[in-house]
């Protein structure tokens, strides 16, 4: 993020309370402790991918709680702000669990559910006061001072929102923000870079939560009265389209969007009824064709729009990442050459009555580079996703490295030194080439969302960085770290897969199609590179539909068709082998060009 | 004149194109194969020529250019396509998907559902006794011919055909090239797309082959299948087969 | 509690699910064949009942002129597009099918309103205006974005639940109505009184779940519509057209929704705002049925409204927490039992 940014925000807040008039610094408060909330929405739904519409239930029970407790109790606010927490944290888990593990529209669902619910919780518990709610609530005060005036909530309320901004803005660039950027649930690939998707999700929920929760906490000693009706779906729904009309991919966008919807509506309900003489909630009509027209023409909100608008950083860099040198990470001794790695016995995989794999057997022994090739449909890729656990095999054994894989997630085997790359490159686009890269490092750091929004990471995160410029570097692509990983032509996104791959430190790497849509020298060039992985210790299986690039490159083929494994072998033994002729052929011709080619 | 034509057809994922200027032509009533290794860009040609994905260039569909047009309504207008998944409708009977295949001619009006169904089943069998299985349970073969068989419900002038053969066992792979040379007596035109090169250039009047997204050899079926190139490059070769 | 109790509050609870089970049917159809979790179709309840409430009284609706603007900029966008694409005989049938036929209803209800037609052509009018609503609502707020994500679609149904709910108000005011039930006859069976107005509104739900059966298994539109469920592109791949998919989907939906916003009406009174508690009760019933099920949605919506009157009868003040919070048991039973995503889907 742009400090120079931060900098003007700040001295714009420094000297707002003597520019604005009393109305608007109130309106800015609300802006502020709406801006909080949708923060959150911004690192869960924009980064994170998931849905929320119970933000103003989660600032609910910290304004109750903490209104609450320094009424009945009169308990310290700076006490009952931690109350207010932990049971929103509580709370926050809950529905997290329940709705997690689901997938699409179930988190929205749940949440809207949620929100209804602990409305009416709110507005019948005779200790909240039902539907009245609770007044009274006592100033805060800090250092003997009490704070009860405007401006000075107006300083509490914007530190609090440009603490979440930072916050937000240092989780996005760490390790843990790109776990949280790598798209989750909706790819295989997260999982098998050994991201915890589950986790990573619950974590950024709770901790959005936390934020509603301090929000909430400041809108009650704020106020100095509460009632259900803010808590309510309808404010839910509010600050998601605030995230929506800012732009939720964008930690500036929740200001904005907040600003906009604040302010815009104050507007409104002051224009509304002086031209049409009636008096309502028709602000909610503006906003929702807003939000429609926001997602039908500019649908990545306004911040991001209007950044697009600006002129251009040239080569589609997205990014500007100074990489320095640092220690450089632990690494895995590689196997003794020749010892047995893989081994794979009788796997078999069933979709219904049909069988995708069946009864395949074969080993790879360390330090080779071994290829699994057969005609389209023959069962390769399942293959590969059964040993990287992506999906579970019907029968069949699997260890590696002398340790069972026996039912292992597909992280776990990642975990145990097995990693792979896709046949259609998935790389994260809106995330810079390095970033993508470091993503296969993720394994090999350890720090959280805790520590990247204090910046107790940065240590670490040089050193993954580093990790990242190596291997690209070793790819050949030291020069690109900054453009945005789908600016660059298919043959280089391979490549960047491929050192995403090795930022993971693999003892075994599987390719799936690596050449596929290369051009010549691009192939020339990739051959080079699994050569040299190979010197250096490292064992490659590899999918190719090329024979040219794998009869030249590999020791071993292990050729597969309808499922079963119908030749083992090195490369000319294959191409003589009447079983692989009839597989590609449909028969074994007099003419055979296999027979020519040899 | 030319049932379906390109010039520098180009279709392009996020920044990166994938098919970078093809000009191919299929003449009313030719087979015409387009072969090359997978991650050419032949399922994607397919699908930019279908309307199922934008594309640049030009495309001429007996004459007239169809860039605007919907891919329903070059449907309407003949033009039809049978996926490399074939896609099908799974939880329905293969009676259903086959009168779904009529769909674009029922909403022109069209009453003559009898006897096209009658057609079909002349040349699929099978799919007659396997009229009320639904189409989940078929094996890939009688998919392979359901899926034929709802494009030919059509009534299409111009049939592209996505790997045909793809997860077949080799009798049923002749088989299904077999009534592919059987439809050219129809009158309807024919793109077809394999990776089983030899059996393609065999029915096919007409070759193209497709390599990183550009045309790179071209020529009557008989004389490709003969190109020392084409042999080296779809079939494997010791040596590198570089130019 | 005595049986006697125990038996009407069963009969009222079925009732009303009956009412949730038509909207849960729905939101799984328009959901299958539009990915569109649509939970601002309870606003189509709300629309037809305070409609019927209003020619009761003898006064058209005001949401008339919000069918007439609707009807004007759709044909204005279909004509254009038309035009643009050199399909200027197709103008004068879009007319007729964009504005015409809206406006002829739009006439009719100006017309007969302040003649106090009989109750059953209140009832027509009534579900005729917000039938037309559906369509027009499709196209202009989902169809330019059909191909966009679950989640951006249903970002844009909840933002249609504001503008709905917006023109609620300012058409029909904050005022509550009721109206007098439709059958007003009760038929004893032993202890249990059979009240003829729950009798109505399960004769509905039967009967429409029998004609939508019937559309779907037996005419090949409800096929193209199923077989665009199950394959999008196999489904264009034909020619179905996704819009017209989604535009009959959606005609349906408002049909459906003004139907059971006419039996709502006799039996319980409807605000303007009303309507979203409503559909999203529905979506709690669908949800049961993972939003596939037909069944399941039904039996679903079926066992929200009984749920619901009970709790109304034991804990007045919680009624909607309890029944929102069943969606904690439901969605745990998903979470355990539904797998979890396959590779590459979407959201």
Redesign the interface.
Known sequence: MSVRALIVAAALLLIGPWLLPPFYITLANYVGLASIVVLGLVLLGGAG?L?S?GQAAFVGIGAYTTAYLSIAYNLSPWLSLFVGLAVTGGAALLLGA??L??????L???T???S??????F??IEALGKHDGLSDIPPLTAFGFSLQSSNAFFYLIWIVALLALVSINNILDSRFGRAVRSGG????MAEALGVNTARVSMTIFIYCALLASVSGWLYAHFMRFVNPTPFG?GTS?EY??MA?IGGATSAWGAIVGAGFYIIGKQWLQTLIPAFTG?V??????V???I??AI??YA?QGLVPSLALLLPRKAGGRVAHHVVGSAEPLAHRDKPQPGTKLLQIDRMEKRFGGLAAVNGVSFDIQAGEIMALIGPNGAGKTTMFNLITG?IPKTAGRISFAGHSLDGLGSRQVMERGITRTFQHALLRPHMSVLENVALGAHTRGRSGLIAAALRLERKEEARLLAEAKKQLERVGLGDQFDAAADSLPLGKQRLIEIARALASDPLLLLLDEPAAGLRYEEKVALAKLLDNLRTEGMTLLLVEHDMDFVMNLVDRVVVMDFGEKIAEGKPDEIQTNPKVIEAYLGSVDECSPLKHAV | MLALETRGLTVGYGKANVLHGIDVAVGEGAIVSLIGPNGAGKTTMLMAL?G?LKSGGEVRYFGEIIR?V???DR??RGL??V?ERR??????TVG?NL???R??G??KGDRDFKATLDDVFQRFPRLLERLSKNASTLSGGERQMLALG?AL??RPKVLMLDEPSLGLAPLMVREIFRIIADLRKTGVSILLIEQNARAALEIADYGYVLENGAITLEGPAQELAGNPRIVDTYLGRRQSAAE | MDTQIFSILLEDGIASGAIYALLALTMVLVFATTRI?F?SQGEFVTFSGLSFASFQLGIAPQIVWLLAVLALVVTALEVVSALR?GQGKRVPWLVAIHLALPLAVVGACLWLAPLKPPVLVQAALSVALVTALGPAVYRL?FE??AN?S???L???A??????L???G??FFG?EGYRVDPLIDLDVSLGATVLKGQAMLVLATLAVLTAALYVFFEYT?LG??L??TA??R?????????TPLAGRIAFTMSAFIGAIAGILAVGSTTLYYDSG??IG?KA??GA?CGA?LSYPLAIAGAIGVGILETFSAFWVS?????VV??A??PV??W??LY?M??E?????
């Not at chain 1, 593990?101 to 179930?106: K, V």
């Not at chain 1, 209804?116 to 919780?121: F, H």
């Not at chain 2, 896609?87 to 329905?92: N, P």
């Open positions: 991918g849905m519409f329940l709705t593990r689901l997938t699409g529209h179930y929205p669902i749940g809207l559910g949620w209804v619910s602990i409305y009416y919780v507005a019948n649930r909706t790819t295989p779906l729904i998601f389209f929506v009636r309502g909630q028709y602000d909610v009509i906003f929702g064709l939000v429609i997602l039908h649908r992506v | 279908m199922l605007n919907d891919v329903e449907v309407a039809c396509l996926p896609e099908l409708f799974g939880d329905m259903d009168a779904l295949g769909f674009s029922w909403l709802r419900m059509s | 979790l939970v694409l707020a330019p974005v966009a679950v989640r951006t249903f970002v844009i909840i933002a249609l639940h504001f503008i709910q917006g023109f108000l300012l904050a090949l096929k193209a199923r077989a199950i394959n592109i196999g489904a264009r791949i034909v020619g179905i057209k979203f508690l999203l979506v709690l949800i939003m003040a919680y009624t909607e927490a929102f919070s969606l904690i969605l745990l998903l979470s539904a979890p995503s590779e590459g889907q979407e959201l």
